[in-house]
């Protein structure tokens, strides 16, 4: 009799020590995928848009071909303009244009190639944002122009390029270390809508 008590209390005992290893397991199973959540980053999948890039490519290749009528030709009626020109704020391609003529007239662009002066194949150094990537947390944000400045600038639909002017090319181009273009779809082109040059 005492045999057989002393085998039920350890078969007790045994029901009790599974019974709670198959509660921790159900409980590891349940709280899968539960906790707090990542904080969400903004898609960089347009990073690699080409038809943006080839568009500022091919505004950038005028501008040093000293081609006056092609550059200005990708610029809106009214634009924004910021950096060495003397003006923040809306301007017409006519303003822009004798700061234009006054570059040609200062450097010798036309045998410099854009190879030289961008590198259009890096994602590092020519890249896209939309406008919603803008108006998101950018994870890493390490340029000269705060996210902030270029916000109001965009709308829906908006594209802003940024190119890093190559370090060998500041010699023999005026344009600043980066130059940042903002692009907007108009009757099925893009124009730029602004820009910091």
């Known amino acids: 009799m005492k045999r057989l008590a002393r085998f039920a209390i350890l078969f007790l005992i045994l029901l009790s020590f599974l019974a709670t290893d198959a509660s921790a397991a159900n409980k ?11 904080t969400k980053t903004p898609s960089m999948s347009l990073l690699l848009r080409e038809d943006l ?9 005028a501008y040093l071909q000293e081609n006056m009528d092609d550059f200005m ?21 006519k303003y822009l244009q004798p700061k234009i003529a006054r570059d040609f007239k200062q450097n010798d662009m036309k ?42 600038l965009m709308k829906k639909g908006d594209y802003l390029v940024i190119a890093n002017t190559l370090p060998a090319a500041m010699d023999h181009v005026p344009l600043p270390m980066t130059v940042y273009v903002v692009f907007r779809k108009i009757e099925g082109e893009f124009y730029i809508t602004a820009i910091y040059m």
Not at 28 to 38: D, E, P, W
Not at 53 to 61: D, I, L, P
Not at 76 to 82: I, Q, T
Not at 133 to 143: A, G
């Open 28 to 38: 590891k199973s349940l709280l899968k995928g539960v906790g707090k959540k990542k």
């Open 53 to 61: 890039k080839a568009e500022f490519k091919k505004a950038f290749s």
């Open 73 to 93: 030709a990708f610029f809106d009626d009214s634009f924004y303009l910021n950096g060495r020109f003397g003006k923040r704020g809306k301007v017409t391609p």
């Open 111 to 152: 045998k410099v190639p854009i190879s030289d002066v961008f590198d259009m194949a890096s994602p590092s150094m020519t890249f896209v944002l939309s406008e919603e990537q803008i108006c998101e947390t950018i994870p890493v944000w390490n340029f000269s122009i705060s996210a902030k400045e270029i916000r109001p």
